[in-house]
């Protein structure tokens, strides 16, 4: 009975298996047919100065609608991208459709109007990505401090020399470079003084932790705290509530991206959300 009942089990999971990948391989192929039919999109959160309520820049969020009309979210399709190498052209065309959104969007804001790309691992370790950043700051007209790359901290643990001389070479060019989701990857402190970025995304994670979950702010005030004594800009992620927003704020944090404020729009609408903010 027990042989019956292992065997049962192997046969299950080896046809589960082949079901995860055949769909894997459905979504990757979907995926390049998608990107190649003009069918993925970037809508932008606004990145917002909670004490002045001034929008100050935007993230490019990636989306994509299959032609059934469904979305994908990125947490689904982006480790598919990574993984079949899509990543590489699909990363060059946000980055560059963002720093050419960024001339209609800066128009409507009057202040330094900034806009956040998310890059990969293998976009950031790709030996054309420091000329392609060039050519879509020089294409595209965007002063480069008005660029912020996110890059993730896991991604800091993998090869940090080689982390910190791609980081440097982008610094030299002018381009902004933060840690987004801060505080999930483990790094070392001092390590994170090496990398030199001008910003960190506190992860949403500890500013849901913070009221919602146990009242524990310990973790997102230590960040702040943290970025305050290496001088580097602090926003803090998914900021869904106005006490989140004030306990923020009282500890230093001024700057928030979350549904609070806005969910990421198309750009037309951000336009309109910017002339009447
Ligand atoms: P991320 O870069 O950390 O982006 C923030 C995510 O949090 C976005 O999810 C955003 O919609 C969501 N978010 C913002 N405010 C709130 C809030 O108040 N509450 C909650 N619950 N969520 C909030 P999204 O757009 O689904 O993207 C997920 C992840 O996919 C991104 O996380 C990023 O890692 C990746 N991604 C998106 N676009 C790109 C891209 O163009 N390139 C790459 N490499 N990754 C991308
Ligand atoms: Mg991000
Ligand atoms: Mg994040
Ligand atoms: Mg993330």
């Known amino acids: 009975r027990a042989k019956i009942h ?9 046809r589960d298996l082949g079901v995860e990948i055949r769909e894997r391989v459905r979504m990757m192929h979907a995926l390049r047919a998608a990107f190649e039919k ?30 059934e ?18 990543i ?19 128009k409507h804001t009057d202040t330094n109007f900034k806009i956040a790309v998310n890059v990969s691992q293998a976009q950031f370790s790709h030996p054309l990505f420091l000329r392609s950043v060039e050519r879509a700051l020089a294409d595209s007209g965007i002063p480069a401090d008005c660029l912020e790359l996110e890059i993730t901290e896991s991604m800091a643990m993998n090869d940090p020399d080689a982390l910190i001389e791609s980081i440097a070479k982008l610094k030299a060019i002018g381009v902004r470079v933060s840690i987004d989701d801060f505080g ?16 960190l995304k506190i992860d949403r994670s500890f500013v849901n932790q913070m009221i919602r979950v146990n009242n524990d702010a310990s973790i997102a005030r230590m960040i702040i705290e943290l970025s305050q004594s290496l001088k580097i800009d602090i926003i803090a992620e998914g900021v869904e509530t106005q006490a989140q927003a004030e306990l923020l704020i009282s ?7 979350g549904f609070h404020y806005s969910k990421p729009q198309t750009k037309n609408d951000l336009i309109i959300w910017l002339t009447n903010s």
């Open 38 to 67: 003009d069918r993925l999109f970037i809508v932008y959160q606004p990145q917002v100065n909670m004490r002045t309520g001034n929008t100050v820049g935007a993230e490019a969020l990636l989306r994509w609608k299959t032609e």
């Open 184 to 199: 999930t990857g483990f790094s070392s402190l001092s390590h994170l003084q090496k990398l030199r970025v001008d910003k």
């Open 6 to 14: 292992n065997r049962s089990r192997y046969t299950y999971f080896t």
């Open 251 to 257: 500890f230093g944090c001024d700057y928030a991206q």
């Open 88 to 106: 590489v052209n699909i990363g060059e065309w946000v980055l560059r459709t963002a720093c050419f959104e960024w001339a209609t969007l800066s």
């Open 69 to 86: 009309g469904d979305f994908v979210p990125p947490d689904q399709f982006i480790p598919i991208a990574e993984y079949s190498g899509l």
